[in-house]
């Protein structure tokens, strides 16, 4: 899996920018029943790791950079793996860096948290399923089972 800039488009000129979330681009892998806009008032919050098993999510970043973490996942493993401790999740996460522009799907069955990397960044959201319709479908994970920190490299 990895961060992709081809769902929308993004224009920039003298005036500034602007960013084009459903085209041109490639054909999105759902469509969306909602959208919304998550912006955290500390770069130290966590936001997520749950995962469902129906509804995909598409991540696009459009101010600042934002660290996700996912793990592929099935309902019969969440609660065990949640139990296990650092060191057995961490090796399996993948992380995934977004900037501004570039957009991230996530399938079902995908257990995901996010972190903003800078002070002013925005992430805007589609789900291909309402929050009611989500309600029943999300298995949560404590989000402490990876390692957050931004390493030297």
């Known amino acids: 899996m ?5 769902y929308g488009k993004m224009f920039a000129d003298d005036r500034g920018t602007f960013f084009d979330m459903i085209g ?4 999105r892998p759902f469509e969306p029943k909602r959208m919304y806009v998550c912006e955290n008032f500390s770069k130290d919050t ?12 598409l991540f696009t970043c459009v101010k600042g950079a934002i660290l996700f973490q996912l793990i592929p996942m099935n309902k019969g493993n969440a609660l065990e793996w949640s139990k296990s401790g650092r ?12 900037y501004p522009g570039t957009s991230l799907h996530i399938p079902a069955k995908y257990a995901n948290a996010w972190k903003p990397l800078t002070d002013d960044a925005i992430l805007v959201g589609c789900s291909s399923t309402t929050i009611k319709e989500s309600v029943n479908d999300d298995i949560r994970i ?5 390692a957050w920190t931004v390493e030297d490299r």
């Open 2 to 6: 990895s961060a992709d800039n081809t």
């Open 24 to 27: 041109p681009g490639k054909e």
């Open 46 to 57: 966590i936001r997520g790791f749950h995962y469902h098993d129906i509804e995909q999510k």
């Open 87 to 98: 060191r057995t999740l961490y090796t399996e996460a993948e992380r995934i860096v977004l």
């Open 142 to 146: 404590d989000p402490h089972i990876v």
